[in-house]
């Protein structure tokens, strides 16, 4: 999950809107729906039914495919244009560790250093920095790499495939910060590790901590992520 340095703009087209973007892209470039699906590798139906006025638009995942075909970037296609971000400086103030229980999450202030990275624009009034240490989320993060995140309450409720910032409260006061993919199977949350660890692949019920453990807190949503090449 490499950082992007984009952000969608607020203003998004009407699904008409983006049916008449579409079909004029298709009518420049002589495309034929069904053609174009299936070179696509996506359903016809699901391009004809947005087209003719059955569905509302069109997934991201569909749009890219279709634009890979056209060799365009995907925005050109659903109007959705990204907007560039510019680097801001935030504070790596912690880490995210499996196992590592502390009296706090964040370090003394004299270990904290600062990090410029591209930080959409609804998020840099709260963005903040933690550093990945160990192995549970090595698929994802390796050692060293800086997660970006902003609290839940500054964004909004965490879904379906969020990387997440959990804070697991131990029943002697303790704390222990990581990082977790959030998976929701038949309506229940679960917390699932990213990693190669045989020790860090079994999944969390939040709502049934493990002994020891008093609360487990969903905290905040992770909206990237740096990864130093040279140390």
Same mark, same amino acid.
């Given at each position: 999950?490499?950082?992007?340095?984009?952000?969608?703009?607020?203003?998004?087209?009407?699904?008409?809107?983006?049916?008449?973007?579409?079909?004029?892209?298709?009518?420049?470039?002589?495309?034929?729906?069904?053609?174009?699906?299936?070179?696509?590798?996506?359903?016809?139906?699901?391009?004809?039914?947005?087209?003719?006025?059955?569905?509302?638009?069109?997934?991201?995942?569909?749009?890219?495919?279709?634009?890979?075909?056209?060799?365009?970037?995907?925005?050109?296609?659903?109007?959705?244009?990204?907007?560039?971000?510019?680097?801001?400086?935030? /504070? *790596?103030?912690? @880490?995210?560790?499996? #196992?590592?229980?502390?009296?706090? $999450?964040?370090?003394? +202030? %004299?270990?904290?250093?600062?990090?410029?990275?591209?930080?959409?624009?609804?998020?840099?009034?709260?963005?903040?920095?933690?550093?990945?240490?160990?192995?549970?989320?090595?698929?994802?993060?390796?050692?060293?790499?800086?997660?970006?995140?902003?609290?839940?309450?500054?964004?909004?409720?965490?879904?379906?495939?969020?990387?997440? /910032? *959990?804070?697991? @409260?131990?029943?002697? #006061?303790?704390?222990?910060?990581? $990082?977790?993919?959030? +998976? %929701?199977?038949?309506?229940?949350?679960?917390?699932?590790?990213?990693?190669?660890?045989?020790?860090?692949?079994?999944?969390?019920?939040?709502?049934?901590?493990?002994?020891?453990?008093?609360?487990?807190?969903?905290?905040?949503?992770?909206?990237?992520?740096?990864?130093?090449?040279?140390?």
């Amino acid at each position: 999950m490499g950082f992007y340095s984009v952000s969608r703009r607020r203003m998004a087209l009407s699904p008409d809107q983006k049916r008449d973007l579409l079909r004029k892209f298709m009518l420049d470039r002589r495309l034929r729906p069904g053609t174009w699906a299936k070179e696509a590798g996506v359903g016809k139906n699901s391009l004809y039914n947005f087209l003719n006025g059955h569905s509302d638009g069109l997934d991201l995942r569909t749009y890219a495919k279709l634009a890979r075909v056209a060799g365009v970037p995907s925005w050109e296609l659903s109007g959705e244009k990204p907007e560039i971000t510019k680097p801001v400086e935030i /504070i *790596v103030a912690g @880490h995210v560790q499996a #196992g590592d229980f502390r009296e706090a $999450v964040e370090w003394d +202030r %004299e270990d904290w250093y600062p990090v410029d990275v591209p930080v959409p624009n609804r998020f840099k009034r709260h963005a903040k920095a933690l550093e990945v240490r160990g192995s549970s989320m090595d698929r994802e993060y390796r050692e060293g790499a800086i997660v970006i995140w902003v609290d839940v309450l500054d964004a909004r409720p965490p879904r379906d495939g969020d990387h997440v /910032i *959990v804070y697991s @409260h131990a029943d002697d #006061g303790l704390i222990e910060a990581t $990082v977790k993919l959030l +998976r %929701e199977i038949d309506g229940k949350p679960w917390l699932w590790p990213q990693s190669n660890d045989p020790e860090h692949q079994a999944p969390i019920d939040p709502r049934n901590p493990p002994a020891g453990v008093n609360t487990i807190e969903i905290k905040g949503l992770v909206v990237g992520d740096y990864r130093p090449r040279v140390v």
